[in-house]
């Protein structure tokens, strides 16, 4: 009996001990934080006391799943101001699970003139070397600082030839790895145009035939380009909305965090809004409420990309397609105009980074009251629904 007693103990314990790396090799949860950028006291305590308990109900659901979890910031942790490194850092620690990130622009100390290493030395004293490799489930993670910093208004998208030699090491220790994430501050692409820009191409070849994906930010807005058959760039949207001073994005993006899983070496993403649910993809305004567009139903497919398909019913019949528009996001406006209350430069910065967005469509009912019905599939097969009856 103790024989057996002490053979089952051991498989117990063994079981305990295979199952975090086969829960490891199985998949992942990864929290995409976009450009947090505090720059006042105000921002970074709404950071802390705002948006990190929000982000922090993602992080629960996602431990639930039994998956390994982590957090990566796209780069610009602050808005220049060096002292608050410490403490954003904290702030995202606190959440319990692993913390990478890229370093941004404006992450480079501004009183630094043409001397990159020391410009960067806040970040690097904070958040560790530039660039950094790991491994969540099937795939290889690497960060790469791809601001080439001389000054303050001086600097361009490069990656120089240490980071590529470094990268090609890297890869070349992960035979196996069939997918590579790309980590960056500034885009690879020309958002929205599946076209690399000419300092990404060296990336490109360095992985090969692999399946890569790079992550940036900067940019401020969401959008998934896919710009070959084997690469995909996630552009994320900024978490604060507008630089802090709009909950929305200027190309319409809720504020949020862009959410990857990967399971059994597959992934799946998605734009997460914060406080509302994963299935809260679409917003609507019914006949009469948007402005050049007034005969119309219109909706906001907020995580689209090219492989979304949008369709309505009216009164349940199938209509079809909508008709895709691109227009400045109408909560942003109205927002602008109707809520906002900063200094005359904040007014004009506002309404001057009001972007036309390609994630709107339209439908015109046969009558104002009508019940129109809007269905959005994903790449991956998740259907949306919204009705003007809701």
Partial sequence: MKIILRVTLILFVALLNTAPSEAHNQGFNLI??????????AQITSLEEDILPQIATIVEQYKASGYPTAILLTGDNVWDTMKFMPRVKSAFESLGVPLYSVIGNHDHDRRVKRNQPKAERHYTATFGPRNVSFVLGETLFVTLDNI????????TSAVDNEQLAWLKKVISEHPNVERIAVCMHAPASKIYEPQLRPYAEPIVEIVGERKIEFI???????????IAENIVEHSVAQVSGNLWFAPICADGTPRGVFCIEERNGEWQWQHRIL??????QLRLWPVGAV????????????GWDEMWKVC????????????????????????????ADYRKKFMERLRRSARPARHYFRCRPSSPNSEITITATDRFGRTFRISNKQ
């Fill in 32 to 41: 995409v934080v976009g450009d947090p950028q505090p720059q006042t006291e």
């Fill in 148 to 155: 080439e910093y001389s000054t303050y208004h001086d600097y």
């Fill in 216 to 226: 940036t930010g900067h940019a401020h807005r969401h959008a998934t380009v896919d």
């Fill in 275 to 280: 406080g509302k649910n994963s299935d809260y």
């Fill in 291 to 302: 402005a050049e567009h007034e005969d119309f139903v219109v909706v906001k497919a907020i």
């Fill in 312 to 339: 309505w019913s009216e009164n349940g019949v199938d209509m079809g397609a909508m008709e895709q528009i691109k227009i400045v996001d109408p909560d942003y406006m109205y927002y602008v105009d109707n809520e």
